[in-house]
Nanobody
Framework: QVQLVESGGGLVQAGGSLRLSCAAS????????MGWFRQAPGKEREFVAA??????????YYVDSVKGRFTISRDNVKNTVYLQMNSLKTEDTAVYYC???????????????????WGQGTQVTVSS
C-alpha cells in the first residue's frame, strides 16, 4: 500500500550535515507515524528518530545519541519526511531507512516491529 523512497545520503566529513528525505506514495501520508532507522555494518538496525502521525500531534522522539544534532520533520503536502543531520560523527555512518506505521505515535515507534512499510535505504558515510 505504501512505498517509501529515501534519498539524500552521501559522503560527508565529520561535523558536516546531510538532509535525508523519504518520499511516500500509495497511502494517506498524514495517517502514518514515520521513523528513521539506521544499520551500520555488523550491527543491528537501530532506531534514530520518529514523528507521530499528524492527528496524533506530530510529536517527535529521538535516540539519545542524536538528540540535539538530528531533526525529524514531515511535510504532509509533499508526503515527505526528512531527517536533518547536523554535526555528523563517524559513528553515524550507516544505511538509513525510513519506515511508516499506521497512526503511530512517536514515543511508541522506537521498535522497528511497529512499522509496516520500509524504504530501500540510503547510505550515509561520515569520514574523519
Amino acid at each position: 500500500q505504501v512505498q517509501l523512497v529515501e534519498s539524500g545520503g552521501g559522503l560527508v566529513q565529520a561535523g558536516g550535515s546531510l538532509r535525508l528525505s523519504c518520499a511516500a506514495s500509495g497511502g494517506t501520508f498524514s495517517r502514518y507515524g514515520m521513523g528513521w532507522f539506521r544499520q551500520a555494518p555488523g550491527k543491528e538496525r537501530e532506531f534514530v528518530a520518529a514523528v507521530a502521525w499528524t492527528g496524533g500531534g506530530g510529536s517527535t522522539y529521538y535516540v539519545d545519541s542524536v538528540k540535539g544534532r538530528f531533526t525529524i520533520s514531515r511535510d504532509n503536502v509533499k508526503n515527505t519526511v526528512y531527517l536533518q543531520m547536523n554535526s555528523l560523527k563517524t559513528e553515524d555512518t550507516a544505511v538509513y531507512y525510513c519506515a511508516a506505521a499506521e497512526y503511530g505515535l512517536a514515543y511508541r515507534l522506537t521498535n522497528s516491529n511497529r512499522f509496516s512499510y520500509w524504504g530501500q535505504g540510503t547510505q550515509v558515510t561520515v569520514s574523519s
